[in-house]
């Protein structure tokens, strides 16, 4: 979030990115609207609008970043692997804030947003993002969809679409069969 608010900031306001801790919640509130008319719903499919490319291509050498489109589709789906509820983007005035929620105790602060709920085992559930059910149901359609066909298809940035296939295949909700470029989808939820 922060790297986020880095690359992505207006400097032409001279306020500072602000960090808040609570005891529930995370907030970065950051100088400066979304970028070029880029709404909330664009970004989080992965499309981006870089403001500050000599920052993000430091932040890239750096590793900081792994590419463009690819910072809030991985929010969401830390949140989602940690069983926290979706991050909060409010635009404000003339800037920008993300807030993060997170357990206290043994009780959730705030109302968690219900998600789809599916299971591989009795014992195992999964929660899955819009976009990952997006994801499995054209892979289910078409099981030798390319990652540049499931992008174009969703509409989505291709390096967040494989940002959502790598978490995807880390959790074992899909695996490829044969050729990594030519093999076959198969879904295992």
Sequence with gaps: MIANAVLHRSYLDSSSIQVSIYDDRVEVDSPGMLYDG???????????????????EAFYY???????????PRLYSQCKAMNLPEPKFVEFGDGIKVT?????????VIETTQ??????????KHSLSDTEIKIIDAMKANSSVSQSQLA??????????????????????IARQGNNRSGEWIVLI
């Design 62 to 72: 750096m590793k900081i970043i792994e590419g463009w489109g690819t910072g809030l």
């Design 115 to 124: 998600s789809t709920q599916f299971s591989t085992r009795s014992d195992e």
């Design 152 to 173: 174009r298809q969703l509409e989505m940035n291709v390096n967040a679409v494989k940002y959502y296939v790598r978490s995807l295949s880390k959790r074992k909700l």
């Design 38 to 56: 880029l709404r909330v719903e664009d970004a989080l499919t992965g499309k981006s609008k870089c403001r500050n490319k000599a920052i993000a």
């Design 100 to 108: 993060v929620y997170r357990k206290t105790g043994s009780e959730w």
